[in-house]
């Protein structure tokens, strides 16, 4: 059974940087597309970021790229995302998702609990 837990969130100002962990367990990270969805208020949920962790590629939601990097340790079956520059619109729930597909984030059939990042002054 897959276990995906999120740590990491929290609140910062505009600008500011956070880094999520997700730890993952009952499956092969090397085997697998992970990576980040989140949510908003009111809104649904949307691709953030991808990574395909057999060979490190990663794909990223236009309103992240350039700010937001995602990095896996396949030993120890962690994955994260590095949030920098993060503006109000960043504010939601984000949640580790598997398998992973950016434009799609109804393709994931396995995610956490979620962990909430909020960007305010």
């Known amino acids: 059974q897959v276990q995906l837990v999120e740590s990491g969130g929290g609140l910062v100002q505009p600008g500011g940087s956070l880094r999520l962990a997700c730890a993952a367990s009952g499956i092969t990270l090397e085997y697998y597309t992970i990576g980040w969805l989140r949510q908003a208020p009111g809104k649904e949920r949307e691709g953030v970021s991808c990574?395909?962790?057999?060979?490190?590629?990663?794909y990223f939601s236009p309103s992240v790229k350039g700010r937001f990097t995602i990095s896996r340790d396949n030993l120890k079956n962690m994955i994260y995302l590095q949030m920098d520059s993060l503006k109000p619109e960043d504010t939601g729930v984000y949640y580790c998702a598997t398998p992973c597909l950016v434009s799609y984030p109804g393709f994931s059939s396995s995610w956490g609990q979620g962990t909430q990042v909020t960007v305010s002054s």
């Open positions: 990574i395909a962790t057999n060979d490190g590629s990663t």
